[in-house]
Each structure stands twice: as structure tokens, then as C-alpha cells.
């Protein structure tokens, strides 16, 4: 089993940076592919990026492709995603979801555990 807390959510100005975190606790953790979703006011949960478990494979929405990075540290059972330019069309709460075999898929089924999410705003 594989629980998850993100951090680094926050407020910013459009073209500027977040770093989000994902810290995961469980042995299975270097096992599992990682992603993260995001959720916006009204809208369903859209795909944004996902990590093979060891990092070899990344995918991207074409929404953020070219502005954010995603990267993992196994040693520290941590997941990133780096965020530039940032618009205010990513304003979402961001949801980090770990599954084991799930390759880099875009499909929420395929992830079994999912954070609490932390809260991505930028203003225009």
C-alpha cells in the first residue's frame, strides 16, 4: 500500500514557477508509476503528467507540454513537477496518484491510491 501527501501548492502571478512535491510512505513506492492529475472549479479531473516507476518514461497533457517537468527521487520516495510559465487556466487543485504496472498512462483507473491534493492559483 501507498499513501501520498503533496506540498508546494500556492499562489502566483501568471508566467511565474511552482515545484510540487509528492511524498509517498509504503515499500511499493519505487514499484509504482506515478501522475498527477488536477481539478479544476466545475470541470472533471484531467490528466497532466505521469512517471514510470523508474523514471525511463514521461508523459504529458498537451496542455502543459513544454512548461512543466516531472521527475522522481526513489531514494526519497518523492515525486516532482516543476511548473513554468504558469497561466491561470492551471488553476486547479493538483492530485498525485501512485499505481503499481501503470506504465505512464492518462487514464485515472489505472492508479490505485491518490493524495488529498494541494491547491495550484494563478492569478492573471
Known amino acids: 500500500q501507498v499513501q501520498l501527501v503533496e506540498f508546494g501548492g500556492g499562489l502566483v502571478q501568471a508566467g511565474g514557477s511552482l515545484r510540487l512535491s509528492c511524498v509517498a510512505s509504503g515499500r511499493t513506492f519505487s514499484w509504482s508509476a506515478i501522475a498527477w492529475f488536477r481539478q479544476a472549479p466545475g470541470k472533471a479531473r484531467e490528466f497532466v503528467s505521469a512517471i514510470t516507476s523508474t523514471g525511463t518514461r514521461t508523459d504529458y497533457s498537451d496542455s502543459v507540454n513544454g512548461r512543466f517537468t516531472i521527475s522522481r527521487d526513489n531514494g526519497k520516495n518523492t515525486v516532482f513537477l516543476q511548473m513554468n510559465s504558469l497561466k491561470p487556466e492551471d488553476t486547479a487543485i493538483y492530485y498525485c496518484?501512485?499505481?503499481?504496472?501503470?506504465?505512464?498512462?492518462?487514464?485515472?483507473?489505472?492508479?490505485?491510491?491518490w493524495g488529498q491534493g494541494t491547491q495550484v492559483t494563478v492569478s492573471s
Open positions: 496518484a501512485a499505481g503499481e504496472g501503470a506504465g505512464s498512462s492518462s487514464w485515472k483507473g489505472a492508479y490505485n491510491y
